[in-house]
């Protein structure tokens, strides 16, 4: 067995980006845009599709407000009117499919419909996989103008292996995400090493890379785009906001909103090849809030440096400083 060297294993919280000189007067300069496909987004973040974080009615006014969104696969049967729903408002539709036989029977449907999903992600926990490949395959064949994102894959082989498939995008992340337990239960996964997988992914890659699962702070955005990602998918950070699915609850005073892993026991109705937990989140307010926070974040991330847009933190050289940047200040 391999052991990977101590240089090449890190994560968000083992980095430190160096700061360049500044170029711009002010952060409003900073261009945050990222072209994602044939579209132009606000930003290079995107919820996950989860079932306690996206919802339709939230996944299509973002849409409209300029980000990208995906929406889940977890209530099969109203996906072919939610694409056309998105599209009667205006907007991309976005959707995900997972691997089993019958989403190919839904796929020909809408190749038969001519209702067409402007983006599709394959969803599945472990992506380096002949279904995920023959997914791919499928897809590219039946609805050939739409953008295709697969994953969840861990190494540059992984990449590659879909990418060759046809994949317009791989998304990278297994076990790094705060409802996930896959780490624990078998042992496998980018927990712990999650930004240097993306290093080593986006090194082979020849098309985007979604950095998934992980992101605590909004600097990890910014650590993302630097080591390789196009598009960064959160969880956590965006699971407790007024717009979102799922009830407000209050527990001690304090108002919190849940969230359940895709492969949680919650998510299944069944404790059966269970990865995932329920976990509460705070509630934090609204979305846009959020959003137009990591907005001014990553602007300053931008100026620090020394660009003017994303793809400018990708020239930055980094330290690895072995989980002390809060300096304890978050005890
Ligand atoms: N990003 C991450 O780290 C992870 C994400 N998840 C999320 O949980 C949800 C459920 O994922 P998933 O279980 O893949 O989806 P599904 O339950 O839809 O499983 C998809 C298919 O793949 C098979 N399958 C699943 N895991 C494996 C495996 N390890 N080896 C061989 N076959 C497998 C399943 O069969 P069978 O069930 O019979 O094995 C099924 O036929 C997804 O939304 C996924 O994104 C889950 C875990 C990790
Ligand atoms: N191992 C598992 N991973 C899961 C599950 N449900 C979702 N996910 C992944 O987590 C990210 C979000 O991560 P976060 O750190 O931002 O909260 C999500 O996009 C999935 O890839 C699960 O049940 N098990």
Known sequence: ???????????????QLIPKKCVIKSRNEADTTIQFGDRTFKLPVVPANMQTVINEKLAIELGLAGYFYVMHRFEPETRAQFIKDAHAAGTFASISVGVKDDEHAFIDQLAAENNIPEYVTIDIAHGYSDTVIDMIKYLKNKLPESFVIAGNVATPDAVTALEDAGA????????????????LKTGFGTGGWQLAAIQQCAAVAKKPIVADGGIRYNGDI????????????????????????????EMDGAKYKTYFGSASQFQKGEYRNVEGKKLFVPLRGSIYDTLREMQED??????????RELHDLTKVDSVIVRNTITNGDNR
Request: with cysteine; glycine share 14%; charged share 15%.
């Open 1 to 15: 067995m391999d052991i990977m060297p101590e240089s090449n294993v890190f994560d968000y919280e083992d980095i």
């Open 168 to 183: 317009d995008a791989t998304k990278v992340g297994v076990g790094p995400g705060m409802s996930c337990i896959t780490k």
């Open 222 to 249: 910014a650590k993302s785009i630097a080591f390789g990602a196009s598009m960064v998918m959160i969880g956590s950070m965006f699971a407790g906001h007024e717009e979102g699915p799922g009830e407000v609850l």
């Open 298 to 307: 990553l602007q300053s991330a931008i100026s620090y440096a020394g660009g």
